[in-house]
């Protein structure tokens, strides 16, 4: 993603990305003129078990502690969401993955009245969780486009909520 904003920033527009804290990592910087800001979500930052080294799903499967960030992950990513939306304007608003990221922008996106996007990157949407089907079609109803990675996404997407807007943008890597 570093290199899709960094596009971004060389094409003029200002760049904020909002991401979980990793230990050792600055909580605020600036890398190739991208606004990168971090959301401690547990405590000591030696504990946040559930992001990176695999991702989210990987590390709830096979780690307890990740299972037991999960509460306080989503409760940090949501302050952190709320507080940006409420002190900044932002002209659009563009999460990855439905759940959680998609669901805080779907609650706090109307915040700053910037528009909603979302990316399907496919685990979040090839599940057969009821709670996360409907939380789905919740954030689906909300984005003003829903970007898939393939096309079996966008037709998942759809089967989720046929009046989404989907627009297939193929991941792409660094030439």
Same mark, same amino acid.
């Given at each position: 993603m570093l290199a899709v904003n960094r596009e971004l920033v060389g094409l003029g527009h200002q760049v904020t990305a909002l991401l979980p804290h990793a230990e050792g990592a600055d909580v605020s910087e600036i890398v190739d003129g991208v606004h990168i800001e971090r959301f401690r979500y547990f405590f000591p930052a030696s504990l946040q078990r559930l992001c990176? !080294? &695999? &991702?989210?799903l990987? !590390?709830? @499967? @096979?780690?307890w502690w990740a299972r037991f960030n999960l509460p306080f992950f989503v409760l940090a990513q949501a302050s952190a969401v709320a507080r940006?939306?409420?002190s900044k304007r932002y002209d659009l608003i563009h999460c990855h993955w439905l759940i959680t990221s998609?669901?805080?922008?779907?609650?706090f996106a &109307?915040? &700053?009245k910037a528009?909603?996007?979302v990316t399907a990157h496919g685990s979040d949407v090839f599940t057969e969780n009821s709670l996360f089907k409907t939380l789905d079609r919740f954030?689906?109803?909300r984005c003003c486009a829903c970007t898939v990675n393939s096309q079996r996404s966008g037709e998942?997407?759809?089967?989720? !909520?046929?009046?989404? @807007?989907i627009v297939p943008v193929p991941m792409g890597v660094y030439p």
């Amino acid at each position: 993603m570093l290199a899709v904003n960094r596009e971004l920033v060389g094409l003029g527009h200002q760049v904020t990305a909002l991401l979980p804290h990793a230990e050792g990592a600055d909580v605020s910087e600036i890398v190739d003129g991208v606004h990168i800001e971090r959301f401690r979500y547990f405590f000591p930052a030696s504990l946040q078990r559930l992001c990176y !080294n &695999g &991702g989210i799903l990987p !590390n709830l @499967r @096979r780690s307890w502690w990740a299972r037991f960030n999960l509460p306080f992950f989503v409760l940090a990513q949501a302050s952190a969401v709320a507080r940006m939306a409420a002190s900044k304007r932002y002209d659009l608003i563009h999460c990855h993955w439905l759940i959680t990221s998609g669901l805080m922008g779907a609650f706090f996106a &109307g915040i &700053g009245k910037a528009p909603l996007v979302v990316t399907a990157h496919g685990s979040d949407v090839f599940t057969e969780n009821s709670l996360f089907k409907t939380l789905d079609r919740f954030v689906l109803g909300r984005c003003c486009a829903c970007t898939v990675n393939s096309q079996r996404s966008g037709e998942k997407v759809s089967r989720i !909520n046929p009046s989404a @807007r989907i627009v297939p943008v193929p991941m792409g890597v660094y030439p």
